[in-house]
């Protein structure tokens, strides 16, 4: 073979090496975001979803405003009556589930979940779910431990994506064939961490766990069926990357990741996201027998890193996150929720991520066999 020749294979074959890597870096790392005004595929889902980022943001503040919602304070009854209040127009039904918390010698504390319903009348059941209540210490921080912390990402953006979400699909609810449940859940947040308790005594999940066991109370169960739970627990935080939470279902995992893909989040949606087990809301209705799935961050070693802290307020919440988050929800429930769709996240394709994948995979078999071909008749031709 001439040297030219030799040249010329050795330049194609890095071209070739070249370009897969690069297209292979763009689908698992590029940080794509997007809005509904502005989105980079111009996408008809993205330009049919209607969450606003500014609505969200702004029920975050009114959280804040209240003070810290802690069980056994003036506070936390205020932010329960509005959220009951905000939920009278954009949903159907409104229930509150009452419990009690007593631990020991330790006094009584009156604690609520709050329901609302849309379209109650439907036999398939979507539950959203958030816990509202506030972390009582800042274990994390590295001054005022035992005062409470503001909660602005941990309790309070799960409510406002829940709250807005509520908006939205209400507003179209009659394209919906299912019914949804938003269910704000309290005594989320007051377990054992780093030596404190949040509340003395208390367990993590303990109005989850509540609710489920008392669950019959709040729907047929001859009737009605439930589709699955999704549940948000740190949604509006900077840099926002979903793990994998142990426990989720594996179809609703991929649909919903899939859905973010669509959108151009990539790097909120990672192909390989890191799987982490973690006590959660989700774990009662797991083991109730719901398909779940946890949307939360590694809140441990990643890159949000105000978790149980005072500086988990207003300044470290990304309008851009709770966004992403919204319109990944909405885009789901489009596909698999309204009339006439005819799919089921339990039997779907494989997610867009690995079609990808796929399709760089074979451009670069492809351009191997290329090169390898070409590279063999230049041989031939270099013995003749």
């Not at 972390?135 to 590295?142: I, L, Q």
């Amino acid at each position: 073979m001439k040297p030219k020749s030799k040249k010329i294979l050795r330049a194609l074959f890095i071209s070739i090496v070249f370009l897969g890597l690069n297209i292979e870096g763009f689908i698992s790392q590029s940080n794509v975001k997007l809005s509904s005004n502005d989105s980079l595929f111009e996408t008809s889902a993205a330009r049919t979803l209607f969450f606003n980022e500014t609505t969200a943001y702004n029920y975050i503040e009114t959280q804040l405003n209240f003070g810290p919602r802690v069980p056994g304070t003036l506070s936390h009854g205020e932010c329960a009556d509005w959220i009951r209040e905000e939920l009278v127009d954009i949903t159907d039904n409104i229930m509150t589930h009452n419990f009690t918390i007593q631990k020991y010698s330790e006094p009584s504390y009156q604690c609520q979940n709050i329901l609302g319903k849309i379209n109650p009348t439907k036999e398939n059941i979507v539950i959203f779910g958030a816990h509202w209540d506030s972390r009582n210490v800042a274990e994390k921080d590295t001054e005022n431990q035992r005062s409470p912390i503001p909660g602005a990402n941990d309790g309070g953006s799960g409510v406002a994506v829940l709250m807005e979400l509520a908006r939205v699909l209400y507003a179209y609810k009659d394209e919906l064939d299912c019914q949804v449940w938003f269910l704000f859940i309290d005594a989320e947040d007051q377990g054992y961490s780093r030596g404190l308790y949040g509340l003395e005594g208390w367990y993590w999940v303990e109005g989850s766990l509540a609710f489920v066991n008392e669950i019959d109370n709040y729907y047929n169960s001859s009737a009605e069926i439930f589709e699955c739970f999704i549940l948000l627990d740190m949604v509006g935080g900077s840099n926002l990357q979903f793990i994998k939470e142990s426990r989720s279902d594996e179809a609703l995992h991929d649909s919903i990741f899939d859905e973010g893909v669509k959108l151009g989040y990539y790097e909120v949606f990672p192909s390989r996201p890191k799987v982490m087990a973690i006590t959660d809301d989700h774990v009662a209705f797991d083991n109730f027998g719901i398909s779940v799935i946890d949307l939360i961050i590694d809140f441990v070693e990643g890159d949000w890193t105000y978790h149980h802290t005072h500086s988990d307020d207003l300044s470290n919440i990304d309008i851009e996150s709770l966004l992403i988050t919204g319109l990944t929800l909405e885009s789901f429930m489009k596909t698999y929720y309204t009339l006439n769709q005819n799919k089921d996240w339990r039997n779907t394709d494989l997610p867009t991520s690995v079609y990808l994948s796929i399709t760089v995979s074979s451009l670069f078999i492809v351009g191997l066999m290329v090169y390898l071909i070409l590279k063999r008749k230049l041989k031939s031709k270099s013995t003749n």
